[in-house]
């Protein structure tokens, strides 16, 4: 059948996470003319790793999965900023980033003077002074985008860097204070994701915050204001060229298989799930493959949440997080510190790379017991008040060199067949730095180009396709109409 200006292209969406959430709100502000999209989501939840849950004995909320968000606009705009803005959701400020090593917090200079000497003064303020002089706060807002880092040509293994720090106290201190975000060992990734990691730490870079009530807010105020239809409980199983350029997917769904075919389809999907679908044909198998190669590295974490009938820390511990160096370095966040006038307190510890893959096969209970065990002295008596723990793994859920590699150009990462294949697009974190901010980049892009595709009136590439430079942060910054 012949399409025309009259048809309503049908657009699939599959993953009902924050990248497939972003890519549905942002297209229909796009979008110059009527489109039916479809949300299909795996589980019966939407949210993927945006996971505000609650306790059982207290109606208490800990974030599961995302507990912070990035605030770019030290530097310049910041859509995930405005976007919780515009969704009218309150947010709280986060603070926190001292280390404790061998059970004592080093949070200033003069607490790592003092306990390392001299020489590891000496030692951070070079590490320090060489990370600034890599990666400027301007260059860290562009870093997703390798034509701004010239060094990216020559990737390195952000261990190397740190083997280069001469003495081993601050290499602890700067180990540590990063394990957690990176969620891989420094010989898993590359400078570029290293560094990021450890410049987010200076808030002329960027700063924390969290939505008042629950990061997972962002979802259900996305999901209330979408017109997409979602279909919980369908997970796409393979992938095929369809009819007149069309694209076929076959979902297990409560019902049994569905197979249809869609004018476009946007698969938001973690790398680990993409990974098990099935693209059946060429060129499409081979596309898809080299695609997951060039990000396969995967990362993990895993979360010990903790609750308390009152948080007898406070006083000695005020700040929203920490970094221990217990589990190869996690973080340990004060959840309730975002709402002191609860009655209750709330920790929870992150735990990333090695670790949270190596505590994975224990069991919950042996799992609360040690991070139970391993909490510092200024939470003395948080114990006596213990009343529930709760775990989260997170196995190969992220990534530990997001952006692969070496980054490739926006269009690479979005479209694994190429702007002139079929209208399939991705949307990842991993193609950016892991978080949200990098979701909602992605789905910004995959939103520009599926709306030029549409105003043209089907599958083919449009004349005039979004711009590198239109769609990256930087010279042009992404903005919403
Ligand atoms: C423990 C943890 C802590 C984190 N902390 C932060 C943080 O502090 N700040 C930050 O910015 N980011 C953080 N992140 C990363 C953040 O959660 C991700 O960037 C974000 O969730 C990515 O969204 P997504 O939609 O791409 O993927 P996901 O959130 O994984 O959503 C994917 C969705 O697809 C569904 N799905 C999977 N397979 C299929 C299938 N075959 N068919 C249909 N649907 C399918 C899933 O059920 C899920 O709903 C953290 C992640 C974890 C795990």
Redesign the pocket.
């Known amino acids: 059948m012949k399409r025309s200006w009259a048809h309503i292209p049908r657009v699939a969406i599959?993953?009902?996470?924050?990248?497939?959430?972003f890519t549905a709100h942002l297209l229909e502000r796009h979008a110059a003319r009527p489109f039916e999209a479809t949300v299909?989501?795996?589980?019966e939840?939407?949210?993927?790793?945006?996971l505000t849950a609650r306790f059982q004995t207290l109606d208490a909320p800990y974030e599961?999965?995302?507990?912070?968000?990035?605030d770019n606009s030290p530097v310049d705009e910041d859509p995930l900023r405005e976007l919780v803005a515009e969704l009218g959701l309150p947010t709280v400020a986060m603070n926190g980033g001292a280390v404790w090593l061998d059970g004592e917090r080093v949070a200033t200079l003069e607490d790592l003077r003092r306990r390392g000497g001299a020489p590891a003064e000496r030692a951070f303020e070079a590490f320090d002074r060489a990370a600034h002089g890599w990666m400027g706060a301007r260059q860290f807002y562009d870093s997703d985008v390798p034509e701004s880092f010239a060094d990216e040509r020559t990737p390195a293994l952000f261990a190397r860097w740190l083997e280069r720090i001469d003495d081993p106290f601050t290499r602890r201190y700067i180990e540590r204070l990063i394990h957690s975000d990176l969620?891989a060992e420094p010989h898993q990734t590359n400078l570029r994701y290293g560094l990021q990691n450890y410049l987010m730490n200076d808030p002329a870079y960027m700063r924390l915050y969290a939505i008042e009530g629950g990061n997972e807010r962002i979802v259900h105020e996305l999901a209330q204001r979408q017109r997409a239809s979602v279909k919980f409980g369908?997970?796409?199983?393979s992938v095929s060229a369809g009819g007149a350029g069309r694209v076929r997917l076959t979902?297990r769904t409560p019902d049994g298989p569905l197979e249809r075919e869609f004018e476009h389809v946007v698969l938001?999907?973690?790398l680990d799930?993409l990974a098990?679908?099935r693209f059946e044909g060429e060129p499409l198998h081979s596309d898809l493959r080299r695609h997951i190669a060039h990000y396969d590295h995967p990362a993990h974490?895993l979360?010990i949440s903790l609750l308390f009938s009152r948080a007898p820390w406070r006083g000695a511990f005020d700040e929203s997080f920490g970094m221990s160096e217990r589990f190869g370095g996690a973080c340990l966040y004060d959840e309730s510190a975002r709402r002191p006038e609860a009655p209750y307190g709330v920790l929870g510890w992150?735990l990333g790379g090695d670790a949270a893959c190596e505590h994975a096969s224990r069991s919950d209970a042996e799992l609360i017991e040690l991070a139970l065990d391993a909490l510092p002295a200024e939470f003395a008596g948080a114990r006596e008040v213990f009343l529930e723990g709760r775990v989260?793994r997170?196995i190969g859920?992220?990534n530990a060199m997001p952006g692969g590699r070496v980054a490739a150009p926006l269009e690479r990462r979005h479209l694994p067949c190429g702007r002139a294949g079929p209208s399939l697009h991705i949307?990842?974190?991993y193609l950016f730095d892991?978080?949200?901010?990098?979701?909602l980049e992605s789905a910004h892009y995959v939103a520009q180009e599926l709306a030029a595709r549409l105003e043209q009136g089907g599958d083919r590439p449009p004349a005039s396709p979004p711009s590198f430079e239109s769609a990256q942060r930087g010279a042009a910054p992404l903005r919403y109409p």
């Open positions: 599959v993953g009902g996470g924050p990248g497939g959430l299909f989501e795996a589980s939840r939407l949210g993927g790793k945006l599961a999965g995302a507990a912070e968000l990035y969620a369908c997970a796409l199983e979902l938001a999907l973690p799930r098990q679908v974490y979360r992150l989260q997170w859920a992220v949307v990842g974190d892991s978080t949200l901010n990098g979701v």
